[in-house]
């Protein structure tokens, strides 16, 4: 039988930690076949067709974070189960969940191929540019099905303590996907599609191992009935699933905003904002890893009745948050200018330029990176608590002061401004997540201290 972990008894941090290194691992092997596809359509198909997959990123992402949206927050009740050791109610949410991911693969596939012409009209994208980013959304919005599955799939591994497998998932599609970058685009010559259909590819390889690895756990062994759809269990999915659908589509939705105005400023602008961006998965990795293992380890302890321990947890989960973000920031210092070089390839003249806005770019992100990490803990110990109103507030303010941004520093700053942009979303929805986790605390310990609880 697969190891599942058990998150309501032993030490936090080390619960912690040892739940978050192969989620990291994990989360840099799929950057490495994210970042492989940006080297080798930047050095081999050209700086085009690099600033055609960053024109499209923003609206890939939103249909991408819808997908992970959804299956992120049936997780979290998929924990609360696991860790009241609820195991009728666990696969019965599974077997529902299941139904409900089914339909929304038909709705997302069919928004996504509509929708993906108009927006890319409507983000102002330069001619040159717009059919490689048109041709590369029809065939990502193709896949959403593989997508949305290993999602599902992995935010259940994750929800029984299994770090290990979406590991060991994300290594095998890593290495396919590189494989299959060289053969269809060097070798086959497909340029943007190639990359795309690799993509795709790997994908549906860490799918196959994820379903491979669940068959093997008795406790998720379905039966006919798991699949009866319950109403009650359909609601509560949906309580936690569509507001962090909502948190990440409103991001996304910022973000095309964004991408707009980055479009006005020519391709080699944008092309130099492409290549911050593939690293910004990198610079993001670890937040998006200590997020995983908070939701998993606050929701198993939410299960459980065991506030105190939550915010034990918490306190662990903060330090090594902070620490890693200024490892990771002092990185970037040393040798971002190197790992952005990579991507870019071109006459000398623009190569220079290119590299010089996406160095601009890092720079910034990186003097506020800790910002971002401390994002990612509160909004994931606020999931893993059973709120997902605060965390879709947050994705609002996230959009509010993206756009704001977008919109008005430009015309004070130049080019300039938009590389704030990112840093004040970040911090409107800071501030409003670290408040509502503290208040939330202070009114569960103040409840505790009336009734006489002990947890």
């Known amino acids: 039988m697969q190891a ?4 309501t008894k032993g030490s936090p941090i080390r619960l912690l930690f040892g739940f978050s290194m192969p989620l990291m ?7 490495l076949y994210t970042v492989v596809d940006t080297v080798i359509v930047g050095q081999g198909v050209g700086m085009q067709a690099l600033a055609s997959i960053g024109a499209s990123d923003w609206l890939n992402w939103l249909f991408m974070w819808l997908a992970s949206g959804m299956t992120q927050g049936f997780s979290i009740l998929f924990a609360q189960f696991y860790g009241a050791k609820n195991e009728e109610s666990l696969r019965k949410s599974v077997g529902n969940a299941l139904l409900l991911a089914a339909v929304s693969v038909v709705l997302l596939t069919a928004a996504g191929e509509a929708a993906a012409a108009p927006v890319l009209r409507l983000l102002r994208t330069p001619e040159n540019i717009f059919g490689g980013a ?13 997508i949305l599955l290993y999602n599902l799939e992995a935010s259940l591994l994750r929800a029984l303590g299994d770090g290990r497998s979406p590991l060991v998932a994300m290594v095998a599609a890593a290495c396919t996907n590189i494989g299959l970058d060289l053969l269809f685009v060097m070798v086959f010559h497909w340029g943007i599609a190639g990359a795309a259909a690799a993509t795709l590819i790997a994908q549906g390889v860490s799918c196959v191992y994820c379903s491979l690895v669940i068959r093997k756990i008795s406790l998720l062994r379905l039966r006919r009935s798991d699949f009866e759809p319950d109403l009650v269990l359909v609601r509560k999915l949906l309580w936690l699933g569509i507001p962090v659908m909502f948190q990440n589509a409103v991001i996304s939705i910022g973000g095309m905003v964004l991408q707009s105005v980055i479009n006005g400023f020519g391709f080699l602008f944008v092309a130099g904002f492409t290549a911050t961006n593939k690293l910004y998965g990198v610079l993001e990795t670890a937040a998006i890893s200590y997020g995983y293992a908070i939701t998993t380890y606050v929701a198993q ?7 105190r321990r939550i915010q034990r947890g918490m306190r662990s989960g903060i330090v090594m948050a902070f620490a890693t ?29 290119v590299l010089g806005i996406a160095h601009h770019y890092l720079m910034i992100m990186s003097v506020f990176l800790v910002i971002l990490y401390a994002l990612h803990v509160y909004r994931c110990a606020l999931q893993g608590l059973g709120d997902t109103i605060i965390p879709m507030v947050s994705g609002i303010a996230e959009f509010v002061m993206r756009v704001s941004a977008a919109m008005l520093l430009p015309g004070l700053l130049g080019q300039e401004g938009i590389f704030y942009a990112e840093i004040l979303a970040w911090t409107g929805a800071c501030v409003i997540l670290v408040g509502a986790y503290y208040r939330r ?15």
């Open 301 to 307: 302890n939410r299960g459980a009745g065991d506030i």
């Open 325 to 353: 973000s200024l490892l990771i920031s002092g990185a970037m210092f040393l040798w971002g200018k190197d790992m952005l070089s990579m991507f870019i390839s071109a006459e000398k003249s623009q190569a220079e330029q």
């Open 441 to 455: 605390m202070y009114l569960q310990k103040s409840r505790d201290l009336v009734h006489g609880n002990p947890v």
């Open 134 to 146: 048109l041709m590369y959304l029809r065939i990502m919005f193709g896949g959403i099905g593989i």
């Open 4 to 7: 599942t972990k058990d998150m």
């Open 25 to 31: 691992l994990g989360n840099i092997f799929q950057q």
